[in-house]
T-cell receptor, first 113, second 114 residues
Framework: AQSVTQLDSQVPVFEEAPVELRCNYS??????LFWYVQYPNQGLQLLLK??????LVKGINGFEAEFNKSQTSFHLRKPSVHISDTAEYFC???????????FGTGTRLQVFP | GAVVSQHPSRVICKSGTSVKIECRSL??????MFWYRQFPKKSLMLMAT?????????EQGVEKDKFLINHASLTLSTLTVTSAHPEDSSFYIC??????????FGPGTRLTVL
């Protein structure tokens, strides 16, 4: 079985500061990895995904994530956050060969002026 | 990105009644869609996978007779919570799959059963 752990339920940060949202997963099979963002009253939007190839993945809105197989991690980073980045962020895995997504519990990123 | 709508966004009902939640893909057609449930401070849990024109495949522990899924067309799916009870109160989210590993999510429906 697969599982996803997002240890930080909330991450407060000041505007223009860097941020890292942590994601670890466990799986006995190879997986694809995803980060989604959810703004208030909106559906989840895909930020980025890792399927294969380069372990550093760049996404929308200046976010990037690095797949680390040995540490089973897929942490999300942004060098300088904006107020508009305030949202809920979900890490997810999908076992290769399936369409299913298994989500973490989410991290609330709160950016302060 | 693609747009998926859900209706209603919020619903409050009495225990024992049935509630229907509608999920529409507004700008693409999809054979496969998913229904999720989210409890407060918990992750999204996949309830079922639905292919248009076929019976839905439910995840372990999800009662198919309580959560009826109708995927009538390539752009519309409904989830009916039958004989709802307070423990069914939750946030229900749908998604349509446009291509492999590419899902587009609705904004969710908050169900409160009194």
């Amino acid at each position: 079985a697969q599982s996803v752990t997002q240890l930080d339920s909330q991450v407060p940060v000041f505007e223009e500061a860097p941020v890292e949202l942590r994601c670890n997963y466990s799986s006995s099979v190879s997986v694809y990895l995803f980060w989604y963002v959810q703004y208030p009253n909106q559906g989840l939007q895909l930020l980025l995904k890792y399927l294969s190839g380069s372990t550093l993945v760049k996404g929308i809105n200046g976010f990037e994530a690095e797949f680390n197989k040995s540490q089973t991690s897929f942490h999300l980073r942004k060098p300088s956050v904006h107020i508009s980045d305030t949202a809920e962020y979900f890490c997810a895995v999908s076992p290769s060969g399936t369409d299913k997504l298994i989500f973490g519990t989410g991290t609330r990123l709160q950016v302060f002026p | 990105g693609a747009v998926v709508s859900q209706h209603p966004s919020r619903v409050i009902c009495k225990s024992g009644t049935s509630v229907k939640i509608e999920c529409r893909s507004l700008d693409f057609q999809a054979t496969t869609m998913f229904w999720y449930r989210q409890f407060p401070k918990k992750s999204l849990m996949l309830m079922a996978t639905s292919n248009e024109g076929s019976k839905a495949t439910y995840e372990q522990g999800v009662e198919k007779d309580k959560f009826l899924i109708n995927h009538a067309s390539l752009t519309l799916s409904t989830l009916t919570v039958t004989s709802a009870h307070p423990e069914d109160s939750s946030f229900y989210i749908c998604s349509f799959q446009r291509s492999y590993n590419e899902q587009f999510f609705g904004p969710g429906t908050r169900l409160t059963v009194l």
